[in-house]
Nanobody, 126 residues
């Protein structure tokens, strides 16, 4: 069974940085896609970023492009989300996701991911 464990969330001032980590276990992930979604209070869960572990191709939501960077360490089965220039609107619970991309996989679609972590809280204060 695949398990995803997030860490690295916390409280940071606007303009600051945080790095989230997600460690995956339970399977060989070399052909997987992994990424992050987030959910702010009262809002829908939304796509943040994703990476295909076999090709290193990355995908980002427009709201985080240029500020967030997703990367991976295959040897550690770990995906990172480096978040810079944080804004109050980045406050949310961040969820790590993973799946083996089928044909026609769309990285921004929640239902295209079978595996979800429990989330880590990121709070950005002004």
């Amino acid at each position: 069974q695949v398990q995803l464990l997030e860490s690295g969330g916390g409280l940071v001032q606007a303009g600051g940085s945080l790095r989230l980590s997600c460690v995956a276990s339970g399977r060989t992930f070399s052909h997987y896609a992994m990424g992050w979604f987030r959910q702010a209070p009262g809002k829908e869960r939304e796509f943040v970023a994703a990476i295909r572990l076999s090709s290193d191709r990355t995908y980002y939501a427009d709201s985080v492009k240029g500020r967030f960077t997703i990367s991976r360490d295959n040897a550690k089965n770990t995906v990172y989300l480096q978040m810079n220039s944080l804004k109050r609107e980045d406050t949310a619970i961040y969820y790590c996701v993973a799946d083996e991309p089928p044909l026609g996989w769309t990285p921004t679609i929640r239902s295209d991911y079978d595996y979800w972590g429990r989330g880590t809280q990121v709070t950005v204060s002004s």
